[in-house]
C-alpha cells in the first residue's frame, strides 16, 4: 500500500530548519511523498518553535488553521513535532483533540516508523530524552541550493535565566569532527557553496569531547574542501570567544561576517540574566574584532525589558548600541517563559514600557544601518544571485548579509543564474538594502 502524502509546515529558527529538513529526508527515503502544499498533501505535519510565547502562539493559530483544513476533509492528518511538543504534548492535546498525534524534539531518525504508527492509530505521543548527537546526513533540503546550515552542535549548557533551550534540546552535544567533515562533503555535493555553521553556541564547539579540536579546527578543516566557497559563523558566545579565534578570519573561504548576540551590556542586567560575560569583556572582545578583520560586518541581539531594567540601565543599552554602531542588529522584548529563573524576578517591566524601548532601540538601529549602507557605495563585492525580483531586478547577498534575516542586494542585469556567484560594485542604498551593477 503507497505512503500518503506529507507537507511539512517549518515554524523557528535555522536550528529548527535543519531538523524539519532531517524530518522530510527520512520520511522521503521511507516511501513517503513529500509536497510543499498543505491542501495537496494527505498528511499535515508542524514543526513548532517553543522559544517564545509569542512562538508558541503563532504554533496554535497554525493548528487551528490546518485543523479547520481537517474538519473540511480537505486534508486526512495533522501531527505536531518539535520544541513545543517537547514541553506541552499534553496540553497540546487537550486544547487540540483533533491533533492526531505528537512527536516531541529527537534525533528524528525514527520519525518514519513514530509517524506510521500514530497514522495507525497505534500510539498517540512520542517524546525522547534531549542527550542524542544528532545525524544530519539524510536531509531534504528546503532553502537555495546554493547555501545550507551545518549544525555543529545540539542543546546549550549556558543555561540564561530567560531561556528555555537547555530544557528543550538539553546539554551542549558537541558533533564529532569527522562527522561534521562527511556531513559538509553531503551538502558540498548537493551543490551548496556556502556552509552556515549554526548551534546554540558554535563558540564553545568540542569543549565536551576530549581530543576533538574546537571551532578553528573544525572551520580549518572544512575550509579546505575545493567546492566550498563562503563559510558564515553564527551565534557565537561573548564568554566563549577566545582570542585564537581571530584566527579564523584569516582562512580561506571564511566570511568576515560574525553573529555574537550580547542581549545587553549593563552589568546588572547581564548578571540578573545569567549572562556571564561582563560589560567589559564585551567591549574587549568587539573591539579586538574590528581591530583584526578589515570590514568586518557584525550582527548582535539584544533584549529590552528583562525584569527590573530601569530607564538607566536601558539607556545605557541604547548608548553602547549607538556607539558601537553594529551593522546588524536584531532586538526582542523579553517574554516570561514559565520554569525558568527569570519568571521568578519582580520588578516586571509593563508592557507598555518594552514596547516604547524596543521601538527605541530600533530607531536607533536604523539611523546607523541606514548611515552603514551609504559607506558602502563605491565598494566591489562578490555576490551570489538568491532569485528574481522583478523584470532585470536581482536578490543578492554578499558576505555581508546571512540568509533570512539581513537586508538584500539588488543586482540590476538582464539575465542571472541564481547561485551564481558574481562581481558587483554598489552604486546607491535604499534604506537598509543596496543596489549594485554587475562588473
Known amino acids: 500500500m503507497p505512503k500518503p502524502v506529507i507537507s511539512l509546515i517549518h515554524l523557528g529558527c535555522c536550528k529548527n530548519l535543519v531538523d524539519s529538513e532531517k524530518i522530510l529526508g527520512q520520511l522521503a527515503s521511507a516511501g513517503y511523498l513529500v509536497t510543499d502544499d498543505p491542501l495537496s498533501s494527505d498528511v499535515v505535519l508542524v514543526n513548532t518553535c517553543g522559544f ?6 503563532e504554533a496554535r493559530q497554525t493548528f487551528s488553521q490546518v485543523l479547520r483544513y481537517k474538519k473540511q476533509r480537505k486534508i486526512k492528518a495533522v501531527v505536531a513535532l518539535g520544541c513545543m511538543v517537547q514541553l506541552y504534548a499534553d496540553e497540546l492535546q487537550k486544547e487540540f483533540p483533533a491533533l492526531d498525534g505528537c512527536i516531541g524534539f529527537g534525533n528524528y531518525d525514527h520519525v518514519a516508523e513514530q509517524l506510521d504508527a500514530i497514522l495507525a492509530h497505534q500510539q498517540k505521543q512520542f517524546k525522547e530524552t534531549s542527550t542524542f548527537v544528532p545525524n544530519d546526513d539524510l536531509r531534504l533540503r528546503v532553502t537555495h541550493t546554493h547555501f545550507a546550515y551545518l549544525r555543529i552542535t545540539e542543546g546549550c549548557s549556558n543555561w540564561c535565566h530567560y ?5 528543550i534540546r538539553g546539554e551542549m552535544r558537541s558533533k564529532p569532527l569527522p562527522q561534521l567533515i562527511h556531513e ?3 551538502l558540498l555535493q548537493d551543490g551548496a557553496r556556502e556552509l552556515i555553521l549554526i548551534g546554540q553556541d558554535t563558540a564553545s564547539y568540542g569543549t565536551d569531547i576530549a581530543g576533538n579540536g574546537d571551532l578553528y579546527d573544525l572551520v580549518n578543516a572544512i575550509s579546505q574542501e575545493p567546492d566550498l566557497r563562503w563559510i558564515r559563523i553564527m551565534y557565537v558566545h561573548p564568554t566563549h570567544f577566545q582570542d585564537r579565534f581571530l584566527n579564523l578570519f584569516q582562512l580561506p573561504k571564511v566570511l568576515p561576517y560574525l553573529e555574537m548576540p550580547i542581549q545587553h551590556i549593563h552589568p546588572k542586567i547581564l548578571q540578573a540574566m545569567g549572562r556571564g560575560p561582563t560589560d567589559t569583556l564585551i567591549r574587549e572582545r568587539i573591539q579586538k574584532l574590528r581591530q583584526a578583520i578589515p570590514h568586518l560586518v557584525l550582527r548582535t541581539t539584544v533584549m529590552v525589558g528583562f525584569p527590573g531594567e530601569t530607564d538607566a540601565e536601558f539607556q545605557s543599552l541604547l548608548e553602547f548600541i549607538q556607539e558601537t554602531k553594529f551593522q546588524r542588529l536584531g532586538a526582542f522584548m523579553y ?6 529563573k527569570a519568571a521568578q524576578l519582580p520588578d516586571d517591566v509593563p508592557p507598555e514600557t ?7 532601540i530600533m530607531a536607533a538601529q536604523q539611523e546607523i544601518a541606514f548611515a552603514w549602507a551609504k559607506t558602502m557605495i563605491g565598494r566591489k563585492l562578490e555576490v551570489v544571485i538568491e532569485q528574481p525580483l522583478e523584470k532585470n531586478v536581482w536578490q543578492s547577498r554578499s558576505y555581508g548579509e546571512a540568509p533570512e534575516i539581513d537586508p538584500m542586494i539588488l543586482v540590476h542585469k538582464k539575465k542571472a543564474q541564481i547561485g551564481a ?3 558587483v560594485e554598489i552604486v546607491e542604498n535604499q534604506g537598509y538594502d543596496l543596489i549594485a551593477r554587475p562588473l
Open 52 to 57: 517564545l510565547a509569542s512562538a508558541r502562539e
Open 163 to 167: 531561556c528555555m533551550i537547555p530544557r
Open 184 to 186: 559538509a562533503k553531503l
Open 335 to 340: 517574554s516570561k517563559e514559565p520554569g525558568t
Open 354 to 360: 518594552k514596547q516604547k524601548r524596543f521601538d527605541q
Open 421 to 423: 556567484f558574481i562581481p
